[in-house]
């Protein structure tokens, strides 16, 4: 855990990826926990879904969809997220601080970076839900809109149990999210963008993809036996605001800065 001062002397990414992450809005870089990490963070990770189940601190973003459910005699689906794992658990709190992950991120928005929030993902096995198609700035409304998302997984992700899509080039445009008509999501992406341009991150355990805030992305239900644990962590340079009255998800914007160089 560092708050890291003087100058970096040169980048973690190459030219080639940052270039990448500016024009198309997101960038996979593959592995970067080791096994020994993996380890610990999966642990860590089980334990507090299973506290959370106790004291009830976590939430259910799949759409209700129970009754269609019970009629097709299937479980409902579940997408657990438990806020600010990084005020539960300490090596969470240190997993934010993690310099081989603030070295990237440094890369794609500066020396200076704020923690804006943390959230796990958890998709069960079989019964995980969706994350529509979105971006996170949509709900956020933060400006300037320079915000990065680090997103790790802790298991192997693919298509079919929950791996990320996006839309390359997306983050260009903001756009309006509100509630559709023809959907359950609150951002009708059908009738705006063709999905067929939708790139799927395939990632191994201890993976590391980011996206722009702006970026839409999406995921898709787990169909499959596997879990997929995955972890996101919201970074954004100093000075950031948001349009929303008073604290957004509960955080304020006087969020710990994680690495400062003046
Ligand atoms: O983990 C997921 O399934 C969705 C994550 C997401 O939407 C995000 O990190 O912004």
Redesign the pocket.
């Known amino acids: 855990m560092s708050e890291t001062q003087g100058e970096k002397s040169q980048t973690t990414l190459t030219q080639d990826q940052i270039n990448h992450f500016r024009q198309r809005g997101y960038l996979k870089v593959g592995k970067v926990l080791t096994d020994e990490e993996i380890e610990v963070y999966r642990r860590e990770y089980d334990h507090e879904f299973e506290r959370a189940r106790q004291d009830g601190r976590f939430r259910n973003l799949a759409i209700d969809d129970t009754q269609d459910l019970q009629k097709k005699k299937e479980a409902p689906k579940q997408?657990l997220q438990i806020m600010q794992m990084c005020e539960r658990n300490i090596h969470f709190r240190r997993l934010v601080y993690h310099d081989k992950i603030l070295d990237m991120v440094e890369d794609l928005i500066g020396p200076n970076i704020q923690l804006f929030h943390d959230?796990a993902?958890f998709?069960p096995a079989r019964q995980g839900g969706?994350?529509f198609w979105?971006q996170?700035n949509g709900y956020w409304k933060c400006s300037p809109a320079n915000l990065i998302?680090c997103?790790l997984t802790l298991d192997e992700v693919d298509v079919s149990n929950?791996a990320?899509q996006v839309i390359p080039g997306s983050h260009l445009t903001p756009m309006l999210h509100e509630k559709s008509e023809s959907t359950s999501a609150l951002f009708d992406i059908e009738s705006q963008v063709d999905t067929k341009t939708a790139v799927i991150n395939e990632l191994p355990a201890g993976g590391v993809m980011f996206?722009h805030c702006q970026t839409l992305?999406?995921?898709a239900p787990n169909s499959t036996d596997r879990q997929?644990r995955?972890f996101?962590i919201?970074f954004m340079p100093p000075g950031t605001k948001s349009m929303h009255s008073g604290a957004y998800l509960k955080v304020g914007f006087d969020r710990p800065m994680l690495r400062t160089r003046a």
């Open positions: 997408m959230q993902l998709k969706a994350v979105h996170d998302s997103w929950g990320m996206h992305h999406y995921t997929r995955a996101a919201h």
